[in-house]
């Protein structure tokens, strides 16, 4: 068959079952998209489910939810060594406040870096990096290893040590990588920041982590233009005042920066110096201990610093990231995400590395310099894995499908999908021009606090367009009420995990009430994710999106709070409110109302000025789709804003439950 034939035929003549399933809100005929079979049965899953006796995933995963303890205690041994073994597999005596692994110790980095280093993937390639302009540099386990062991020797030399909080804002490079893991490797925490985000929010993240030393870049290369990432660093750190002692720079672009004397240092020139190579010490962590924060948006204030734990998250990611994406030794696998984001700490950063794997990281933007470059990426390296975000699959979408065909996809056997619902026709092209027919699309759901994927299919799981399928192996999820009863069957209702799990986030840095108040308590023992979904009758999850003041624009998460904070940070904003509105590229766009001070004019102009000081204090993700002025915004006698009644207003629906409105 070739790319241009319509699919949906073809796949449901094979298809064991058909339904009319109304996905998602669409009122499409839903049909199963089969896995080729011999891949289903190749897979690591299948084997797995086959070495304990189990003819089918279903089997299998009926018997991780009976036993979840020895299921994952069973993971831990399989993909991971250990200094030192657990007693407990799970210690729930404190809950929500669960710990995983008890006693145990370990480093990620022994597992992910150091062990391949010292063994028989010692030559195997492990990084293969392309800058937008086309320079490559590639690593070997044993080449990654020293860059690491070089860059913790430097931090060292600033002072680094176990527990520290070092932030991390560089763009996509391996210097990324390498910081990371050298930070960890030293039994420090990073808080790493995405490139993209700008003053606000670096100095925010900053002065929350209380970090001594930042590690920046002077630039980074997007769509062939500098991202001024020291000038953005100088600033925030500035705001910071007194926090930041050392300023690490490693060079990018080798346009001029500021240099200050005394606190920037170039990571160069430390790495130069004598000693650097060295064996530096892997700190022996406890699984509990803290690995890294990362800050995520939330519904109110400031941004949460959700913290991950040295054990249970390797364990998960791994488990996950084998059995989902079926990574086999000659696999080349591709996560387009960022690696300052979870989606790329878990699935770049440390999964692919902890199996060995070979992986493609690519630094810049999917159409530069034409929109083909992400498929001539594919063919030149032969990547067999691509992991990416519906925004991406949509955008690139729209160039047509003689784009893809122009390259040879033919290497490709898996696909992946993450950080948004990904709208049924989407998914039907990734699937039909990218994937030639021929490879599955792994639709993970998951989020920054639970670390790894929860709801997911795998390589034997039938498919349909739009929905994550089913949790993984010892996730159980559900769909509830308000009330914390079973939506009806294709009902809206509240996505929960019912049980603790191994890569769960363990606190909010420096609020564990928090941590408390917004997973654990809307209802009592059950995690609520704060997204709405529903279940279909085969038991497949549909989510819809978020429920909360989350705004997911490009699959990026965003908080309306940041915005409005941004938006009054402007001296003729008064008062400002932000909603997400659906935008057919980028998933949501953000909508905001302002209320001007006194003295300012509603104009063009000044509407454009406001989206503009969006994007320089917070990142060009955030500007607004449109700045509103009004006079006045809805609120709730208490004076919260009630952003579902400017939502409700926009879109032209009724406004629901006002008795709380102030009069
Ligand atoms: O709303 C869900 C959406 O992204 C949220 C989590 O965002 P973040 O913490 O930034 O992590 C993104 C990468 C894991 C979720 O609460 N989401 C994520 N993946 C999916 C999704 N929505 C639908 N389908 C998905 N596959």
């Known amino acids: ?140 386990y044993a080449e990654f290893a020293a860059e690491v062991n070089r860059f913790a020797n430097v931090l060292k030399s600033q002072g680094v040590k176990r527990g520290d909080i070092v932030t991390v804002y560089l763009s996509r490079v391996p210097e990324l990588l390498f910081a990371m893991h050298a930070i960890v490797k030293l039994g420090a925490l990073h808080s790493v920041v995405y490139g993209g985000f700008s003053t606000d929010a670096l100095h925010s993240r900053i002065l929350d982590a209380k970090s001594r030393v930042v590690i920046t870049g002077d630039g980074g290369w997007m769509n062939n233009k500098i991202v001024e990432l020291k000038k953005i660093t100088d600033a925030a750190v500035d705001e910071a005042g007194e926090v930041v002692e050392h300023v690490i720079v490693v060079r990018r672009t080798g346009h001029d920066v500021m240099i200050k004397e005394g606190r920037d240092v170039w990571y160069h020139e430390l790495a130069a110096q004598p000693g650097m190579d060295e064996p530096c010490a892997t700190e022996q962590m406890d699984a509990e201990d803290p690995m890294f924060l990362l800050y995520t948006s939330g519904s109110t204030g400031t941004p949460k610093g959700l913290v991950h734990s040295c054990g249970g998250y390797q364990v998960q990611v791994a488990t996950t990231l084998s059995f989902t994406f079926d990574i086999k030794p000659d696999d080349v696998y591709w996560c387009t995400a960022d690696p300052g984001w979870i989606t790329g700490h878990s699935y770049i950063v440390y999964g692919p590395m902890i199996l060995g794997a070979t992986q493609v990281m690519y630094e810049g933007a999917p159409t530069y310099p034409n929109p083909g470059r992400w498929w001539e990426i594919a063919q030149k390296y032969g990547v067999t894995i691509i992991y990416t975000a519906p925004t991406a699959v949509r955008s690139l979408m729209r160039f047509g499908d003689d784009v893809p065909a122009q390259y040879d996809l033919s290497k490709l056997r898996l696909l992946g999908s993450v950080g948004e619902p990904i709208n049924p026709e989407a998914w039907r092209w990734y699937h039909r021009v990218v994937g030639q027919n021929r490879c599955p699309i792994m639709d993970t759901w998951w989020q920054t606090e639970t670390g790894a994927f929860m709801i997911t299919p795998n390589p034997t799981t039938p498919l349909k367009p739009g929905s994550g399928t089913k949790p993984f192996l010892g996730i159980e999820a559900d769909v509830l009420t308000e009330e914390g009863q079973p939506a009806r069957q294709s009902d809206d209702g509240l996505l929960v995990i019912k049980r603790p799990w191994p890569s769960m986030l363990r606190t909010i840095h420096g609020d564990p009430q928090r941590y408390v108040d917004t997973y654990w308590s809307r209802l009592p023992g059950l995690y609520t994710a704060g997204d709405s979904a529903r279940r279909d009758e085969d038991g497949y999850f549909w989510v819809i999106g978020r429920i909360d003041d989350v705004i997911k624009v490009s699959g990026y998460r965003l908080g309306t709070a940041e915005v409005e904070s941004a938006l009054v940070s402007h001296p003729a904003v008064a008062e400002a409110a932000a909603i997400g509105l659906p935008h057919e590229l980028k998933g949501n766009a953000i909508h905001t109302f302002v209320i001007l001070r006194q003295g300012y004019e509603a104009t063009d102009a000044l509407a454009e000025e406001l989206r503009k000081h969006v994007g320089k204090e917070m990142g060009p993700i955030a500007r607004p789709e449109a700045v509103n002025f009004v006079p006045n915004l809805p609120k709730t006698r208490s004076g919260k804003i009630m952003r579902r009644v400017l939502k409700a207003r926009s879109l032209g629906l009724p406004e629901g439950d006002l008795s709380t409105l102030e009069g």
């Open 1 to 140: 068959m070739t790319h241009k034939e319509s699919p949906v035929e073809e796949i449901s003549a094979t298809a064991s079952k058909t339904t009319d399933q109304n996905g998602a809100g669409k009122s499409a005929q839903q049909k199963f998209y089969l896995p080729p079979e011999e891949l289903a049965q190749n897979s690591n899953i299948m084997a797995y489910a086959r070495e304990k006796g189990f003819a089918s995933v279903d089997e299998l995963y009926q018997w991780t939810i009976q036993n979840p303890q020895q299921f994952w205690g069973e993971m831990a041994t399989r993909f991971l060594d250990w200094y030192q073994p657990w007693n407990h597999v799970l210690d729930e005596s404190q809950a929500p406040f669960y710990k995983w692994f008890t006693r145990a110790t370990t480093n990620i980095v022994h597992n992910a870096i150091e062990r391949h280093a010292n063994g028989a993937n010692r030559d195997k390639t492990a990084l293969i990096w392309e800058s937008e302009q086309g320079e490559v540099r590639r690593f070997t």
